[in-house]
């Protein structure tokens, strides 16, 4: 917690009071840390916990707000109430009380393992519960010590005058910092399918609107041509070179995009008298598994991995003559003879993976023997591939690669230049300019359920591109044939099997569309500026965005250059790419070193720590990433890191420089070490270390710690007992100023204007700040804005333009305007608050009034009319009009228990309103309000039936009665847990069959569980039979034991005059194994047919109204101190004071009960040390009494 007031008169860590900070909400608390506000009364049993809707901003100012009005808790994080919760009732604590109560900053009053590292700026308390418009920044800052209503406003300036040290016995550090600016825009980052900026929609849109963002660009490629000593036998010919370049050049001219050749020919007969193998590590020859790309003839078939050992006499080997027999892993390649120069043609023979001798190098150990970095140039090298389909390979731009001598594209040289293949090369320098295949999305993907997955044409899914339809890998040059998708799409029509993105030949492909060309110019000005020959600065993607507006003044704001560079370019000084615009050195690790011996594997080396960061999916085990796993030979057990200091990784920086802060990315933590950094220790340049001791850190936010020391740091080691942990890299920044950026000079903006400025001159003067005041404006004038950026004497193009008339609204004025398509208008820019800077309302948000006031709804204990058909959460399952639900009355299930495991749970609607998957066990809450499968017991263990109900070839199955056979148009499905389990890959599923009145069993096929669809809904279609088929009953067969159901419903057409009698009723029969035992009989009705009053015991209200004598609806409350209760003894929603039943043809629809409230025996929390006593039982009113367990002695009243 970062503030909070506890309970000090405790014995034990107690969670009365309330407590605001930040939270991590899985992974043992190692992921998904949220900003949260908990709130205990002392009269309730447990806490109210509400959580934010997202991770929490790290290195961002945030003001949190937290409200109790006596019956509702809220959080509210930047004036957006971000959750709400009920639960609480009544006053905080009695005044008695408040003499056991602390009001503690920066931790809980329970020792250090919650403690709050980061800034805190100001407190104000209130005596009652502030409406969500007085808690916006503008409100809170004005906060003064007068203000009515506030019980205490705290600056930190004299903390000594209002506070005191809880347990360090000192005061914290104190900071004097600016208040600073609140940001006017976001960086406009990708979609969840992107890596970088090109992959947002609305910036990469302006490269395909804006023309003179594709305007014509002239890149240098260079061809790496290995050659022997004397220039004898290149790996490729001129006329190849020449041949392909002329096919480059073709294909990309008609987008404005040219190359220009260089050749560069290494002459080195050690280099290229060795086979350059794609995708073939040394480390996977002889490493006891057939690597497919390995399986060639110069590794002698994977150090004979892929083949059948041959016969290798003893006497054979180290006779001085290779013996091919021999030349494998399993006999030491002939103990060495097949890798000795003397004995044999090594070009040939040695495959001996350790041998410095050997005939293959993988391609990684081609481009660090040549080290040629690919910042100036596109580097073109050769290597043959085992596998066909395997014709080349290439570095994406967001790889941290893609401009170091690691990058490039790597092609096939038997292939390149020839006729009906030189457009692989072109397919291949797609990829390096950040084009996906276009049958990503369809043939690639993770799953069916992948968020990724393209169905629709989509700059979100798939390829990211809108006009290639979604097409399935096909070498056909036309639509591919039907087939059976696993997903259920099967004929794919308008496909882009011309695409150079496509998997067809030279005959075939032959173009790129628009969205494509707009990516590739994208990623040229976000990566690869300095390929072209122009000095032209990075343009401004965006256009400007009016930010305010006077009756004489308009103010413009703009995004700086896509390439992120903000500082004149100069060639022979690349250090001003790592200046802030505060003259703050940024620098990530230059070098890394472990005594961690590595895994035998070749993954998780230091070096995976150097350079910018490259995990692509945090908390998930990732090759890109330095950890101290290893795995013995043939083990699968870990070595667990030595005592007493631990596994260290350390880490060095290029440039020693006096710092400000460190950022560590820990990608990659065990569940089970609570300090998963064991101790940082700072190294500065004189070779001094200071140790900041163990720290927490996630898997998904960058760890920072500021560092306050007056000397030049060069490096940091960090060591941890977390065998399995995963470091990506770590950033060093430098205080501002620093001398390494004091010869950068800031790039300038020119605003240029339509119609021009009064002095006659089309531009304002060059201003090096990204906001601009205009002055000279006239209400009702159209006026045009666009922005340049000016580098020395080079100006960039001209942003895409602001177009706008003079005093006419504009998104972010704080009005909404239905005229501009508004929603919503809270008076920012900024996405991530409710309301987007398009004026659109987010998702999960609503928002209400003038400026905007807007509140995450799903979940806030209030069912809108907008949520009634979405919101099963605040509203209930919702059933359209036309339609009825008829809900299971009686269930049976594969393991029977009344006790542990009633089938009965899933009867009547669901009181679970939330699905969880990965559940590593069941809440109690949760197993008492839906139907999990039974356990094996641990006293029943012994009990063969059990057994062999467990080991029952039918698996779990749970089988539903409802309360009359119906003809349903769909099923759902209510699910409290999905199944799944955190250590499996494969979805649960769940194969569904209904049985009709006569007994015959209708399948509908296996749907997957997942709780992103929930409801599960199945659509039922009938056949030609007349009449359709009445269902009586569905079976449910499960895969995973841990699937939780809350309620099952048939959907079926609403009848009118649903007076009429019914025809069938449910009879309390059962026949009698497996499912087969029980069956849903249904014969005729028993009554008169007419409804009389329910008789109900403590009933408050008992409100009827009939429209004949076969219909009547009754609206029942209970007296105080009772609650309602379902006949299954399902209890009813806690916040469901009253219920109406409907009697249709002498039957009611359902049977409800007023029970006693059960306040169940008082928690030790009310009394330590103490034995409670209920004669009387725990119901409502009733007493009980307690006495001291001894040696406890009573004291105080």
């Keep these: 917690?970062?503030?909070?007031?506890?309970?000090?008169?405790?014995?034990?860590?107690?969670?009365?009071?309330?407590?605001?900070?930040?939270?991590?909400?899985?992974?043992?608390?190692?992921?998904?840390?949220?900003?949260?506000?908990?709130?205990?009364?002392?009269?309730?049993?447990?806490?109210?916990?509400?959580?934010?809707?997202?991770?929490?901003?790290?290195?961002?100012?945030?003001?949190?707000?937290?409200?109790?009005?006596?019956?509702?808790?809220?959080?509210?994080?930047?004036?957006?109430?971000?959750?709400?919760?009920?639960?609480?009732?009544?006053?905080?604590?009695?005044?008695?009380?408040?003499s056991c109560r602390?009001?503690?900053?920066?931790?809980?009053?329970?020792?250090?393992?919650?403690?709050?590292?980061?800034?805190?700026?100001?407190?104000?308390?209130?005596?009652?519960?502030?409406?969500?418009?007085?808690?916006?920044?503008?409100?809170?800052?004005?906060?003064?010590?007068?203000?009515?209503?506030?019980?205490?406003?705290?600056?930190?300036?004299?903390?000594?005058?209002?506070?005191?040290?809880?347990?360090?016995?000192?005061?914290?550090?104190?900071?004097?910092?600016?208040?600073?600016?609140?940001?006017?825009?976001?960086?406009?980052?990708?979609?969840?399918?992107?890596?970088?900026?090109?992959?947002?929609?609305?910036?990469?849109?302006?490269?395909?609107?804006?023309?003179?963002?594709?305007?014509?660009?002239?890149?240098?490629?260079?061809?790496?041509?290995?050659?022997?000593?004397?220039?004898?036998?290149?790996?490729?010919?001129?006329?190849?070179?020449?041949?392909?370049?002329?096919?480059?050049?073709?294909?990309?001219?008609?987008?404005?995009?040219?190359?220009?050749?260089?050749?560069?020919?290494?002459?080195?007969?050690?280099?290229?008298?060795?086979?350059?193998?794609?995708?073939?590590?040394?480390?996977?020859?002889?490493?006891?598994?057939?690597?497919?790309?390995?399986?060639?003839?110069?590794?002698?078939?994977?150090?004979?991995?892929?083949?059948?050992?041959g016969r290798c006499f003893s006497w054979k080997r180290r006779d001085g003559v290779c013996h091919m027999e021999c030349n494998n892993m399993l006999d030491d390649f002939d103990d060495g003879d097949c890798c000795d120069p003397r004995a044999t043609d090594?070009?040939?023979?040695?495959?001996?993976?350790?041998?410095?001798?050997?005939?293959?190098?993988?391609?990684?150990?081609?481009?660090?023997?040549?080290?040629?970095?690919?910042?100036?140039?596109?580097?073109?090298?050769?290597?043959?591939?085992?596998?066909?389909?395997?014709?080349?390979?290439?570095?994406?731009?967001?790889?941290?690669?893609?401009?170091?001598?690691?990058?490039?594209?790597?092609?096939?040289?038997?292939y390149y230049g020839m006729h009906g293949h030189t457009n692989t090369m072109i397919h291949e320098v797609g990829h390096v300019l950040g084009l996906y295949h276009v049958f990503k999305g369809v043939s690639e993907r993770?799953?069916?359920?992948?968020?990724?997955?393209?169905?629709?044409?989509?700059?979100?899914?798939?390829?990211?591109?809108?006009?290639?339809?979604?097409?399935?890998?096909?070498?056909?040059?036309?639509?591919?044939?039907?087939?059976?998708?696993?997903?259920?799409?099967?004929?794919?029509?308008?496909?882009?099997?011309?695409?150079?993105?496509?998997?067809?030949?030279d005959e075939c492909t032959n173009s790129f569309t628009p969205n494509q060309v707009a990516r590739m110019h994208c990623y040229l000005d976000l990566v690869y500026q300095r390929w072209g020959h122009s000095r032209k600065p990075a343009p401004i993607p965006m256009p400007p965005m009016v930010t305010g507006q006077t009756q004489d003044s308009l103010s413009i704001y703009w995004l700086p250059p896509i390439s992120g560079v903000i500082h004149e370019s100069r060639e022979q000084d690349t250090l001003c790419d790592g200046c802030a615009e505060d003259g703050s050195f940024r620098q990530y690790v230059h070098e890394a070193s472990s005594p961690r011996v590595c895994d035998s594997s070749g993954y998780w080396t230091p070096e995976e720590a150097e350079g910018p960061p490259d995990v692509d999916q945090p908390c998930e085990p990732s090759l890109q990433a330095w950890s101290p796993e290893l795995h013995l030979y043939d083990m699968n057990m870990t070595v667990p890191c030595p005592q007493p200091d631990g596994c260290i990784l350390e880490l060095r920086f290029l440039h020693p420089v006096y710092p400000d802060s460190l950022t560590l990315w820990t990608t990659y933590l065990s569940t089970g070490s609570p300090k998963a950094l064991?101790?940082?220790?700072?190294?500065?340049?004189?070779?001094?270390?200071?140790?900041?001791?163990?720290?927490?850190?996630?898997?998904?936010?960058?760890?920072?710690?500021?560092?306050?020391?007056?000397?030049?740091?060069?490096?940091?080691?960090?060591?941890?007992?977390?065998?399995?942990?995963?470091?990506?890299?770590?950033?060093?920044?430098?205080?501002?100023?620093?001398?390494?950026?004091?010869?950068?000079?800031?790039?300038?903006?020119?605003?240029?204007?339509?119609?021009p400025f009064a002095d006659g001159s089309p531009a304002a003067p060059l201003q090096a700040q990204r906001h601009f005041v205009d002055t000279e404006v006239v209400p009702g004038q159209v006026y045009r804005y666009q922005v340049q950026v000016v580098s020395g004497a080079t100006s960039g193009e001209a942003s895409p333009p602001l177009v706008h008339v003079h005093g006419t609204p504009y998104c972010g004025d704080g009005k909404v305007t239905t005229s501009l398509e508004e929603e919503c208008d809270d008076g920012d820019l900024l996405d991530g608050d409710g309301c987007s800077r398009k004026c659109k309302k987010e998702?999960?948000?609503?928002?209400?009034?003038?400026?905007?006031?807007?509140?995450?709804?799903?979940g806030d204990g209030v069912c809108e009319p907008f949520e009634r058909s979405s919101s099963i959460l605040d509203c209930g399952p919702h059933t359209p009009e036309g339609y009825v639900d008829l809900w299971a009355v009686k269930a049976y299930a594969s393991q029977q228990d009344a006790k542990s495991c009633p089938a009965s749970l899933v009867t009547g609607e669901p009181v679970v309103k939330v699905c969880r998957s990965r559940l590593r066990e069941v809440p109690k809450d949760l197993l008492q309000a839906a139907w999990f499968p039974c356990a094996p017991s641990q006293e029943n263990a012994q009990d063969p039936n059990e057994e062999k109900m467990l080991l029952a070839d039918e698996g779990v199955w749970l089988k539903v009665c409802f309360e009359r056979p119906a003809v349903p148009t769909s099923l759902l499905v209510f699910l409290a847990s999905s199944g799944s389990v955190p250590?499996?890959?494969?979805?649960?599923?769940?194969?569904?069959?209904?049985?009709?009145?006569?007994?015959?069993?209708?399948?509908?096929?296996?749907?997957?569980?997942?709780?992103?669809?929930?409801?599960?809904?199945?659509?039922?279609?009938?056949?030609?039979?007349?009449?359709?088929?009445?269902?009586?009953?569905?079976?449910?067969?499960?895969?995973?034991?841990?699937?939780?159901?809350?309620a099952v419903a048939l959907r079926t057409l609403a009848r009118p005059g649903s007076s009429e009698p019914l025809a069938t009723c449910l009879l309390q029969h059962e026949e009698g194994c497996g499912h087969q035992c029980y069956s849903?009989?249904?014969?005729?009705?028993?009554?008169?047919?007419?409804?009389?009053?329910?008789?109900?015991?403590?009933?408050?209200?008992?409100?009827?109204?009939?429209?004949?004598?076969?219909?009547?609806?009754?609206?029942?409350?209970?007296?105080?101190?009772?609650?309602?209760?379902?006949?299954?003894?399902?209890?009813?929603?806690?916040?469901?004071?009253?219920?109406?039943?409907?009697?249709?043809?002498?039957?009611?629809?359902?049977?409800?009960?007023?029970?006693?409230?059960?306040?169940?025996?008082?928690?030790?929390?009310?009394?330590?040390?103490?034995?409670?006593?209920?004669?009387?039982?725990?119901?409502?009113?009733?007493?009980?009494?307690?006495?001291?367990i001894p040696p406890a002695k009573l004291q105080g009243m």
């Design 1 to 98: 917690p970062a503030a909070g007031v506890f309970d000090n008169c405790s014995h034990s860590a107690s969670d009365k009071g309330w407590a605001l900070g930040i939270r991590a909400l899985q992974l043992s608390g190692k992921k998904d840390a949220r900003f949260f506000f908990s709130l205990r009364t002392d009269r309730a049993a447990t806490a109210t916990e509400v959580t934010s809707h997202h991770r929490y901003r790290p290195e961002a100012w945030t003001h949190l707000a937290a409200s109790y009005d006596g019956r509702w808790t809220a959080l509210y994080v930047d004036g957006v109430r971000v959750g709400r919760a009920g639960g609480q009732e009544g006053p905080l604590h009695s005044a008695f009380m408040s």
């Design 102 to 309: 602390t009001l503690l900053l920066g931790g809980d009053a329970w020792g250090t393992t919650h403690a709050f590292r980061g800034h805190l700026a100001g407190l104000a308390l209130w005596r009652g519960a502030l409406s969500q418009s007085h808690l916006q920044r503008s409100f809170l800052e004005e906060v003064a010590e007068e203000t009515a209503g506030l019980a205490l406003a705290a600056g930190f300036a004299t903390p000594e005058e209002r506070w005191a040290p809880f347990r360090e016995g000192a005061f914290p550090q104190q900071w004097v910092l600016l208040s600073p600016p609140s940001p006017v825009l976001r960086p406009l980052g990708p979609p969840a399918c992107g890596q970088t900026a090109c992959d947002n929609v609305e910036l990469v849109s302006h490269y395909g609107q804006h023309w003179p963002l594709r305007g014509w660009k002239v890149l240098r490629y260079r061809v790496v041509n290995l050659a022997e000593d004397d220039g004898g036998r290149p790996t490729v010919s001129w006329e190849q070179i020449w041949r392909q370049h002329r096919a480059l050049s073709e294909a990309f001219r008609p987008y404005n995009i040219s190359w220009q050749l260089s050749l560069l020919e290494v002459r080195n007969s050690s280099l290229r008298r060795r086979a350059v193998l794609l995708g073939c590590e040394p480390s996977k020859v002889g490493n006891e598994r057939c690597d497919p790309e390995c399986e060639h003839p110069l590794t002698g078939y994977d150090g004979g991995d892929c083949r059948r050992p």
């Design 346 to 414: 090594v070009t040939r023979t040695c495959f001996d993976p350790d041998s410095p001798q050997r005939a293959y190098m993988s391609v990684k150990e081609l481009k660090e023997a040549l080290q040629l970095n690919s910042t100036h140039f596109l580097n073109v090298y050769f290597a043959s591939s085992v596998r066909e389909e395997l014709a080349g390979a290439a570095t994406w731009p967001w790889d941290k690669e893609a401009l170091s001598h690691l990058g490039g594209v790597v092609l096939n040289p038997a």
């Design 446 to 505: 993770e799953s069916c359920d992948d968020p990724c997955r393209e169905t629709t044409p989509s700059m979100e899914t798939g390829d990211l591109c809108a006009d290639t339809a979604p097409t399935p890998k096909s070498k056909l040059c036309r639509d591919p044939d039907p087939t059976n998708d696993t997903c259920g799409q099967t004929h794919f029509t308008g496909t882009p099997f011309n695409n150079y993105m496509s998997y067809t030949d």
């Design 678 to 755: 064991s101790d940082i220790e700072i190294l500065t340049e004189q070779g001094e270390s200071i140790h900041l001791g163990p720290l927490d850190t996630f898997c998904d936010v960058p760890f920072t710690v500021k560092l306050n020391i007056p000397k030049k740091m060069s490096g940091v080691k960090i060591y941890t007992f977390d065998e399995r942990m995963e470091i990506d890299t770590a950033l060093l920044s430098s205080v501002p100023r620093s001398s390494l950026c004091s010869a950068c000079r800031l790039i300038q903006y020119r605003v240029l204007r339509e119609p």
């Design 843 to 858: 998702k999960g948000f609503n928002c209400v009034g003038e400026p905007s006031l807007c509140y995450v709804h799903e």
């Design 983 to 1046: 250590s499996q890959q494969h979805k649960p599923v769940v194969a569904v069959q209904l049985t009709d009145t006569d007994g015959r069993n209708r399948s509908l096929g296996m749907y997957e569980l997942s709780c992103q669809h929930n409801p599960l809904v199945i659509d039922v279609t009938h056949g030609q039979e007349d009449p359709s088929p009445q269902v009586a009953s569905v079976l449910l067969n499960f895969s995973s034991p841990f699937v939780g159901i809350a």
């Design 1080 to 1188: 849903c009989a249904h014969g005729a009705c028993v009554g008169s047919g007419s409804c009389t009053q329910p008789l109900l015991a403590h009933a408050a209200t008992l409100n009827c109204s009939s429209d004949g004598p076969g219909h009547m609806a009754c609206a029942i409350a209970c007296e105080k101190g009772f609650v309602l209760r379902s006949s299954a003894g399902k209890r009813l929603l806690s916040a469901q004071q009253e219920v109406v039943l409907t009697c249709s043809s002498g039957r009611w629809d359902r049977s409800v009960t007023c029970e006693p409230v059960d306040c169940r025996v008082p928690d030790q929390s009310h009394v330590y040390y103490a034995e409670f006593s209920c004669p009387m039982g725990t119901t409502y009113l009733q007493r009980c009494s307690f006495s001291c």
